[in-house]
């Protein structure tokens, strides 16, 4: 036994989130994402098995998922951008708002039950998922991107929902890119940048948040940050994330809107169940 958990149960952790790492690597560079999209429900059925309560379950799966990102993110951001896919100058736009939407972000996660979590994270990916499956230019905006303060407005409202969801960023900016008339490459390029910007001040937040629960979360946790699980995934997933960018840029746009589309919503349908019947 270690921490009240017998190896056995340890083991079968391990060798859960591993296999999720390497899907989330690749599930990263293909969509743009920083892979929270897997993590989260993953992580959530693995500590649901391990009887973590349900007051901080949700919590944990989020903050241990944003630290997961941060080198997912970071090797899905430098593969795009060796392929000159990066809109740079949009992810400088939004650097200063998105952080600022990430502090508050953790501020309220940090006094939210952990039902809302879980309906904001299927209520993001059904509209998102919804997008993409339609493919249609009705979604569309504009020809172009916005000006500098509704982009800076954007960046606030990327940063604010992503830390609530545990994830990267691409979803949302996928979101808003396609719906200016950018391309998804263009579009999964920009949005793996985002993933950097959010997931290390997001992650540091959870940590701070979650320490006065320590005592409610399991061993190996460092505030609402599973340790054990960012030792296992976030290895694992590098070594993915290079693929799936490699990958994106070999499909058709219209063919990954429709993966993409399917993913969100099949990981919707989950979390609204979960809220259901935790």
Request: charged fraction near 10%; include cysteine; charge should be positive.
């Amino acid at each position: 036994m270690i921490g009240g958990v017998s190896i056995v149960e340890l083991a079968l952790f391990a060798v859960a989130l591993a296999a999720a790492g390497l899907a989330t690597g690749a599930l990263a560079g293909l969509f743009g994402v920083g892979g929270g999209v897997l993590i989260v429900p993953v992580l959530y059925e693995v500590f649901r098995a391990l009887g973590v309560d349900d007051s901080v379950r949700t919590h944990l799966c989020v903050g241990t998922s944003l630290a997961i990102i941060i080198p997912t993110s970071i090797r899905s951001f430098q593969g795009h951008l060796k392929k000159g896919a990066v809109d740079v100058d949009a992810l400088k736009v939004w650097a200063a708002p998105v952080v600022i939407g990430v502090i508050a972000g953790a501020f309220v996660a940090a006094h939210a039950p952990g039902a809302l979590l879980k309906l904001v994270f299927a209520a993001a990916l059904t509209v998102n998922g919804a997008k993409m499956l339609a493919g249609q230019d009705a979604w569309r905006i504009s020809a172009e991107m916005p000006g500098k303060t509704v982009m800076r407005l954007y960046g606030l409202m990327i940063g604010f929902l992503s830390t609530l969801m545990g994830i990267g960023g691409g979803l949302f900016g996928n979101l808003l890119m396609s719906m200016h008339n950018r391309p998804i490459h263009r579009a999964v390029a920009t949005s793996s940048g985002l993933g950097v910007l959010i997931s290390i001040p997001a992650a540091i937040g959870y940590i701070v948040d979650g320490l006065p629960h320590q005592r409610e979360l399991p061993w190996g946790s460092l505030g609402f940050v599973s340790l054990i699980g960012f030792a296992v995934v976030a290895p694992m997933s590098t070594l993915t994330a290079r693929f799936g960018a490699a990958l994106a840029h070999r499909y058709s746009r219209r063919r990954l809107e429709v993966l993409y589309g399917l993913f969100q919503w099949a990981m919707a349908i989950r979390f609204v169940w979960a809220t259901i019947s935790p």
